[in-house]
């Protein structure tokens, strides 16, 4: 069982940045392909990021592309979102995900409980 625990989520202002954590559990995390998803409110959890369990492919939605990043460090079992120039349309509630597989593609069967981020205009 893999238990994954997100943090980071808050107000800001657009243009603003913030940086989400996810905790995992278990001993072979490193193993673990991790991925970020989010759910706004009235419409369908949509994929955000994506990692591999090296760290050594990212995948991003085009929503997101070069304003956020994804990132791991196996040794703290914990894989990050960071946040930049952030906007009013990137307002939901943001779910951490884990595939223990790590094989592509891709199929996460662990989420977190999800952080709120809400960007105001």
């Known amino acids: 069982q893999v238990q994954l625990v997100e943090s980071g989520g808050g107000l800001v202002q657009a243009g603003g940045s913030l940086r989400l954590s996810c905790a995992a559990s278990?001993?072979?995390?490193?193993?673990?392909?991790m991925g970020w998803f989010r759910q706004a409110p009235g419409k369908e959890r949509e994929f955000v990021a994506a990692?591999?369990?090296?760290?050594?492919?990212?995948y991003y939605a085009d929503s997101v592309k070069g304003r956020f990043t994804i990132s791991r460090d196996n040794a703290k079992n914990t894989v990050y979102l960071q946040m930049n120039s952030l906007k009013p349309e990137d307002t939901a509630v943001y779910y951490c995900?884990?595939?223990?597989?790590?094989?592509?593609?891709?199929?996460?069967?662990?989420w977190g409980q999800g952080t709120q981020v809400t960007v105001s205009s």
């Open positions: 995900a884990a595939d223990p597989n790590g094989l592509e593609p891709f199929e996460f069967d662990y």
């Open positions: 278990g001993r072979t995390f490193s193993s673990y392909a």
């Open positions: 990692i591999t369990w090296s760290g050594g492919n990212t």
